[in-house]
């Protein structure tokens, strides 16, 4: 089960952001290049679910998140990810639900890449009221393949590795009150997936 909170931000108040207490300490930079596939008839969208296929660094990645629920930036659902061979798509060995596993086994055949997201992710695990918390800054661009549709992406994401939900909301405050004043950062329910997918209706 993955518990997150979505935060937008301007480019404007990214310096601001940087430069507060909490995130000059130790962090991680990783490119992540990612493909998200889909039904012509789009069955995954129609049952708000993602699957996706992640280059990160050197090692592939097969992601399958099912429908949740996202509200004010806060969003639960169950997510499963694991190692992978590109355009393998082998959700038996990925997904433990066995006819979650078989139905996206079935579909397997009709599945092609819709859209790409391609980020760089800065990454810091902070402790916050009893939590674990891993804060991600993600910057780049969302776009369709064969396409010269594409717009920017920038927001920031964090994620309950442990403890109390309360806690992402106590960090997301402390994170706005930086020495050089206040950074908006906005809620966001619409998550990578859903504004790839609006970007590819455009196309048709």
């Not at 992640?54 to 592939?60: I, T, V």
């Not at 996206?104 to 800065?122: G, I, S, V, Y």
């Not at 809620?187 to 790839?196: F, Y």
Request: charge should be negative.
């Amino acid at each position: 089960m993955e518990t997150e909170l979505k935060l937008s931000l301007s480019a404007q108040d990214l310096p601001r952001l940087l430069d507060h207490p909490l995130l000059t300490g130790t962090s991680s930079t990783l490119r992540l290049l990612n493909t998200y596939f889909d039904t012509p008839d789009l069955t995954l969208q129609q049952r708000s679910m993602a699957v996706r296929e992640r280059l990160a660094g050197e090692q592939w990645l097969l992601t399958v998140k099912t429908a949740g629920r996202s509200e004010n930036g806060l969003s639960r659902r169950q997510e499963w990810e694991a190692p992978t061979t590109p355009s393998a798509l082998q959700f038996d060995t990925l997904v433990d639900d066995a006819a979650l596993a078989a139905d996206l086994m079935a579909m397997r055949p009709c599945l092609k890449a819709l859209f790409c997201t391609d980020f760089e992710r800065q990454r810091w695990v902070i402790s916050q009221a009893g939590a674990q918390i891993e804060v991600a800054l993600d910057q780049g661009r969302i776009h369709v393949p064969g396409t010269d549709l594409s717009e920017p992406l920038l927001e920031l994401e964090l994620e309950l590795l442990s403890g109390p939900e309360s806690a992402l909301l106590a960090l997301a405050d402390v994170l706005r009150q930086t020495p050089q004043g206040l950074v908006a950062l906005t809620p966001s329910d619409a998550s990578k997936a859903q504004r790839g997918m609006a970007l590819w209706r455009r196309t048709h």
